[in-house]
């Protein structure tokens, strides 16, 4: 019988279980979790989790509460599924005994500081003695470098963002506000089947376009305003992400200019998304560009970041952290110039990296020749 | 000049940094940012931050990012606002010296294991040594208790849900899926002014309704079923939260008996639900009345939770932790009776704790008297 996609995660993570490191490793973060496992549930609150793995060389099982047994047997069929009885701490303990753990990895980078406490506490209580000790991020490692069918939802994900602003670019005029276009752009992605937002819509115009984070407001859209929109729906669980600077006249000079720098600035920095490259070359040509242009204070974020069950996973495209970019990982490249008061301007794809380079799976027509 | 709230909140909080414990404060989890500082902005992923508030009996520092500098400087108007240049490792050391910091207080269950580990090594290296201690959770507790405004925007989030339920099963006819209906709602809230969902809305029919945190299906309602509700609005930041079981159709005699006793535990619950009382108290109540009702196997969750800037706050009732009932917190009553592969019955009101007892903020007719 075929291996399931679980099956052959599960085998290449415990490759690493090996002695003098974790024996077994505990799982919360949903994203983890769910490439893992299958298990969809994400968590409502920071503290509040609907489900850990423990695998083992052996075993690989779900413990998850009554609220959530009937979908984690549906979705984690490769798990044994747990339903708490007590309270999390204490059925981990007795898991832990069971199975004869000696060394338990976590992910020091999800777990918080009073969870580790409490829970290091707890387990100084077991027979034989538990060591904790911080997972190695092999789970993000994992991630990092897409499958088949992890890019083929990616791809659709991204096809929908593509289709959808074309249709908000039809029918847009000055005077709508950018919460009515934030709306409709929801709309319109979950009438052609995403389960929803990667992440809530940026429709900035004008003077907001500097705000590289801004949220849609009640402002009305201007005729000659720079519009960013910022968009990314989820498909099976994975993101896209996306960006376009839109203007509904020609706008004022220094916006042309700007555009052509961070288009200018975006196109080169792709050169350098391929196998083999440091993340941090692509930031620093973009980064050159802008500043040789004379903006250079006016990019302040990094030029990229991967995206997979996350919108913002590792590698990222920074000046920052140098790794070495492979083939099937997916990074956006997305240069910004920013004019507080004014406005500003980014442009962002995302593409998957192949063998001979980017292949972009954001692609659309909505940019200029300026 | 009168006081802003946020000059109020800062005043009660200064009075905790006494002598012993600890002289500044470290605040990164997104609603405690929000409720001392009015900065608005939400954290995108658990491992991204959008800033961080650094508090002592002289000073306070909003730090963030360039992304956010125009955000910041509009909405945390008592505070000085700093942005990043380097990373905020090396930015909260330098301000750390410069504001002779001894004992900083961090957010324990907020905070990742890694995150405290980085920075306590950080720390080490100033010149007058820096100690950390988690904080003891009085921002929780003070945010427990409403003020006027607080009540004001829970009342009118509870509001615009009670219109949208509505107006949603006005027109509600069997054949319709759940996601259909759970867009629907979205929708209306946001026409009536809603600033997004306090949760994704939950619409489970049928033996969906046995997952009490059911996602939105494809599944057509049927014209017996039991349909769960259980929708949230937020508004000004701070959220509703309501349960309602409906039938399209007279139900099968079981479930007009689950009602039945699921509509008498909330009852009776609600009237323990005071000033002076425990938060077990009304878990036990209506705990009691299930189990004697013969379901009691069937009642897995615990009887509510506050609500605030957050969906889920402290204090919980539940039948652990007993802690006193004040006047002026917000608390959900929301008892259930789930039964696997048939369906479920739960309902909820969220109620303000006044003097005399509860005051029901989610108010509508939507009841059945079986």
Chains 1, 2 share one sequence.
């Not at 993570?13 to 769910?34: A, K, Y």
């Not at 747990?82 to 020091?108: A, N, P, Y």
């Not at 929801?186 to 115009?205: H, Q």
């Amino acid at each position: 019988m075929k291996k399931t996609v679980f099956q052959d995660r599960l085998s290449i993570l415990r490759q690493g279980l090996t002695s003098g490191s974790p024996d077994t490793l505990w799982i919360v973060q949903p994203e983890n979790r769910r490439y893992l496992s299958g298990f969809k549930a994400s968590d409502t609150q920071l503290n509040e989790s609907s489900g850990s793995l423990l695998i083992n060389k052996k075993r690989a099982i779900l413990i998850t509460d009554s609220r959530y047994t009937i979908e984690a047997q549906e979705q984690a069929r490769d798990f044994e599924i747990i339903t708490l009885k007590k309270d999390l701490d204490t059925e981990l303990c007795r898991l832990l005994g069971q199975i004869k753990t000696r060394v338990l990895g976590f992910e020091g980078d999800h777990l918080t500081w009073e969870q580790h406490r409490r829970f290091s506490k707890q387990i100084k209580k077991l027979k034989s003695p538990v060591r904790m000790t911080p997972m190695d991020g092999s789970i993000g490692r994992m991630r990092e470098v897409k499958d088949r069918e992890e890019l083929k939802s990616m791809k659709a994900a991204a096809d929908i963002m593509s289709a959808v602003l074309d249709e908000v670019l039809h029918g847009l005029r000055p005077g709508r506000t950018e919460i009515e276009v934030a709306r409709e752009i929801e709309e319109l992605a979950r009438d052609a089947g995403a389960e929803g937002m990667a992440f809530p819509p940026i429709v900035a115009s004008g003077p907001n376009a500097a705000l590289p984070h801004a949220t849609p407001s009640q402002r009305r859209i201007g005729p000659r305003d720079p519009i960013i929109f910022d968009i990314g729906a989820r498909l099976n669980g994975y993101c896209s992400d996306m960006t376009r600077t839109v203007f509904l006249e020609p706008p004022v000079p220094m916006f042309k200019k700007i555009y052509g720098i961070v288009r200018r600035a975006q196109l080169a920095a792709l050169e350098y998304v391929r196998p083999g490259e440091k993340s941090t070359k692509a930031d620093s040509i973009a980064r050159d560009i802008i500043r040789q242009a004379g903006f250079g204070d006016y990019f302040g974020h990094s030029l990229g970041h991967s995206v997979g069950l996350a919108t913002h996973e590792t590698p990222r495209l920074s000046p920052k952290n140098p790794v070495t970019l492979e083939e099937g990982m997916v990074v956006t490249v997305e240069p910004g110039i920013y004019i507080p008061g004014k406005g500003g301007v980014r442009l962002e794809e995302m593409v998957v990296i192949e063998r001979h380079g980017p292949r972009i799976l954001t692609e659309n027509d909505n940019y200029y020749d300026f």
